[in-house]
């Protein structure tokens, strides 16, 4: 069986703010080219696991590789530098600034003492339109006028900017319309399509099952498991966000009655390969 | 006696299609691009693209966006998008559309028209009558020509068709959802046009399987299904690269596919199948929703799929029994073709994004792990325009075989007078 390296891999992960345990032995892998669906109710650590992986966090112990090389990550520049950018639910736009000036807050292109406002506009839509994205009006009109879909697009447009792995989307479609939340998931599969490692994170178990590839799932601050979406149901992985194991899904990986045999193991960590079929 | 190898002639007109066929798929490229793809030498290529632009199918210019390297652009071959042009129609149950469309893909211009109904118990709202059918297509694709001026050259036609289509005479043998009482619709459309340009007929689906392939999701996968709703449900197989046709070119009606012996009653005859069970009629009777001839089907779904995300229970439960019925086919799909992917269009684009959960469960227990372990399953990528461009694509095919023969017959001869 071939190997395709995770983009991420974080093994054995623990977390604590004082003597709370936030995180506890988790390991969490995301493939280029997929969309890994990290579930789990509240309070079960997704949002923990991300700052980890965003350098909002620190972790207390762990590996943390990327790529394939050990990494260590303690800010969210160091991050943004391996090519991980998060956006978060509130989207983090600047209301008074148009769209090219939020896509490039913070490494605004110069052409000497100057900004470059004509590259940038340029490369901004070429984003845009590379996202197959339709944005009615011009790239420079200032993201107070926009609807929440399209606010959604350009802080996944400003994620995509540059050479970005790995995008995680915080809840991307918890604000939206049904029209803009169909946008959104069609645009967080096309990211994938193209190669990036998506990491989802959502509470609709519907969004979830239409973009993911693999899904993650957190109870109580421990990885229970990550299996590939075309192996398990809707039903198996709400036990598994609720009870934290998923019998169905244990009888059909032992090959026992309940379900026909799955193609892989259930724990993190042991996940198969994806990309090749074996020889 | 042996097969004589292919002529030089045969040699040249396949190139000049090969070339064509590019610029036209994959858009505008420089000479080295197209010398390292289709593997030819640079001054073939030279040679091909000389003829070409000699029959107006193609120029060359400089490249749009100034590239940033240094040193002088390369010039790139850019298909004539305005001066060559071909017509694609696609009868939906409830809007026609009509639109020009340039080599190269682009739909340079288009007109749309909303049909009436027949109302599911025959009584006839209007437009039911195909005479008046083909009178709205022809007067839309008229007014389409004349804009376009006499400097561009129609160089084929193609109607989409929801129901199946035979191959040898392109004679509509069975359209439940829309009668067309044994009209000859092909024949007819050429002849009001006066364009030289016979008009094909195919089906709507798998046209769309077609235009995924080779525009949208599905580019680069030659396994493909396409799954398309309209009022039916239709279906598209791509299988190494190629459409399933079958003997007479009826292949991939996948809406009649049984998923549910004994189910509900399909306007086929039959009971149970695919289209009966996950169909717009079906979906507004679950959602307790009445078919209504001001709303078009689309709009229709999308409300129920709508209100099912707003959390209305009613929408939701049949939003999530027509999803279970959808993966059952799925799974039997996915087990016999071993796609790498299925793309849904039309009304079960919707339907797939509000249901997924339900869809993918199916799949996950219906289709054998191996089989499932790397089918991809994606909504389609041209939106609403997945059947148009289908039409478009299969328009072009015959300028794409012989490009230079057929341009000069298109030009030289003069065009018969439109029928009134």
Known sequence: ?279 | MMKAGPSQEEIRRHNLGALLRFVHVRGPASRAILAENLGLNRSTIMALTSDLTAAGLVREELPRTPGRRAGRPSLVVRPESTRVYVLAFDVGVDRLTVARVGLGGVILDRREAARGRVAASGGASGAADPNEMVNALAAAARSLVRKAGDEATCVGAALAFPGIVRRSDDQVMFGPNLDVGGMAIGEVLSRRLGLGVPVAVCNDANLGAIAEHERGAGVGVNDLIYLHGDVGVGGGIITGGRLLGGEDGYGGEIGHMVVNPGGRRCACGSRGCLEAEVGERTLLDLAGRQESPDVPGREAVRAVVDAAARGDVVARDALHRVGTWLGRGVADLVNIFNPGMVIFGGTLRDVYLGAAAQIRSEVATGALAASRERVKLRTAALGDDTTLVGAAEFAFADVLADPVQVLARLRGAPASAPVP
């Not at chain 1, 598994?240 to 993190?268: K, V, W, Y």
């Open chain 1, 1 to 279: 069986m071939s190997t395709v390296t995770p983009v991420l891999d974080l093994r054995g992960v623990h977390k604590s703010f004082g003597p709370v345990a936030v995180l506890h032995d988790v390991d969490f892998v995301a493939y280029p080219g997929e969309v890994t669906a990290l579930v789990g109710d509240n309070g079960a650590g997704k949002t923990t696991l991300v700052k980890c992986i965003a350098g909002i966090v620190r972790l207390d112990r762990g590996q943390y590789l990327f790529e394939g090389r050990p990494v260590r990550i303690t800010t969210p520049r160091e991050a943004s530098a391996l090519g991980i950018e998060v956006v978060h639910q509130d989207l983090a736009l600047c209301d008074n600034l148009d769209i090219v000036q939020n896509m490039f807050l913070g490494r605004e292109r110069r052409r000497g003492m100057v900004l470059d406002e004509a590259e940038m506009e340029e490369v901004a839509a070429d984003i845009l339109a590379g996202l197959s994205v339709r944005m009615s009006g011009s790239v420079r009109q200032p993201v107070w006028a926009l609807s929440g879909g399209q606010r959604q697009t350009v802080a996944i447009a400003r994620a995509v900017l540059g050479d970005s792995k790995v995008v995680i989307l915080d809840e991307p479609s918890s604000a939206l319309g049904v029209t803009q939340t169909r946008q959104v998931l069609e645009l967080v599969r096309r990211l994938a399509d193209r190669g990036m490692a998506v990491v989802l994170i959502s509470h609709n178990m519907n969004d979830v099952f239409a973009v993911s590839d693999r899904i993650a799932a957190l109870y109580l601050g421990r990885m229970v498991a990550q299996v590939r979406t075309a192996d398990v149901t809707h039903a198996q992985v709400v036990e598994l966000i609720t009870a934290g194991r998923s019998e169905t899904l244990e009888a059909r990986r032992d090959g026992r009655p309940g379900g026909r045999r799955s193609a892989g193991p259930l724990r993190a960590g042991a996940v198969p390969e994806a990309a090749e079929p074996p020889a």
